[in-house]
């Protein structure tokens, strides 16, 4: 594994200071602190009947999957991809994507990517060739922004 990815590896660090907490309790000890933003929900339920959903994070899969049991939207995802548990990168680049579209069997032009980070969700994909979308409900941002998941509907 890249050393720089232990960073995001809970386990790592338990283990490194002899805490006997098994990873998935700790995180669920948390997991009251996970909150949806309004829509979000219902717009991923709907979304997942007629596209491929998949998630592509930087953080580890182990917070992912914890964050979407939570929540209940487990199901609407095909695959859960992080880059720094299953790339070992720890910032998603323009390699991660492409690799993303060859695992998933599509074109950069077939996917769009919508994300929280105006560098690492949309103008690293959008070089290479994917459609991206900066996530920004409460802040200002430039250009290729949404601030509700309900505008997703008149993107695809």
Known sequence: MNPTCFWYDLPYWLQRF??????????DQYSHHIRLEPHVAET???LSEKYLLVIASNAARLFVETELRHVGLEKCFTHVVSATSDFQMVKKAEGFYLRLCRILGVSPA????????????????LR??????HYAPRKQSKGRTI???KELWGLL
Not at 128 to 133: L, S
């Open 18 to 27: 002899d805490l006997s907490t098994p990873p998935s309790e700790l995180l």
């Open 44 to 46: 991923i339920a709907m």
């Open 110 to 125: 077939e996917m769009v990517h919508i994300g929280d980070h105006e560098v690492f969700d949309v103008e690293i994909p």
């Open 128 to 133: 290479a060739g994917i459609d991206a979308y």
């Open 147 to 149: 601030r509700d998941f």
